[in-house]
Nanobody, 128 residues
Framework: QVQLVESGGGSVQTGGSLRLSCIIF????????LAWFRQAPGKEREGLAS???????AYGDAVKGRATISKDNAKNTLYLQIDSLEPEDTATYYC??????????????????????WGQGTQVTVSS
């Protein structure tokens, strides 16, 4: 069984930065794409950044140019650094993993149904 645990959320002022972490517990050897999503109250969940098995990285329009996704395989940890935060970034941030490395995603940030494992989320609040 695989479990994902996010941390690093909190309250920050406009223009600030946060680095979110997602520790992956369990058997990670065959996991597929890893990604970050967020959901604000009353809004649909949206894809922010993904790290595919071939190390292909994709960013969603909402954070493109001000976010960096990275991972430390030795620590089984996925990171998301977001800079220049705005109140519109206020949301619960989730990391997710595809169960199999053989599952190919054409649009990793849009194919949310392909992600089997999800963390519990970490809240980010940006104040003006």
């Amino acid at each position: 069984q695989v479990q994902l645990v996010e941390s690093g959320g909190g309250s920050v002022q406009t223009g600030g930065s946060l680095r979110l972490s997602c520790i992956i517990f369990g058997d990670t050897r065959n996991l597929g794409c890893l990604a970050w999503f967020r959901q604000a109250p009353g809004k649909e969940r949206e894809g922010l950044a993904s790290f595919d098995v071939d190390d292909t990285i994709a960013y969603g329009d909402a954070v493109k140019g001000r976010a960096t996704i990275s991972k430390d395989n030795a620590k089984n940890t996925l990171y998301l650094q977001i800079d220049s935060l705005e109140p519109e970034d206020t949301a619960t941030y989730y990391c997710a993993a595809v169960a199999s490395a053989e599952t190919a995603l054409d649009a990793p940030l849009a194919q949310m149904d392909e992600y089997t494992y999800w963390g519990q989320g970490t809240q980010v609040t940006v104040s003006s």
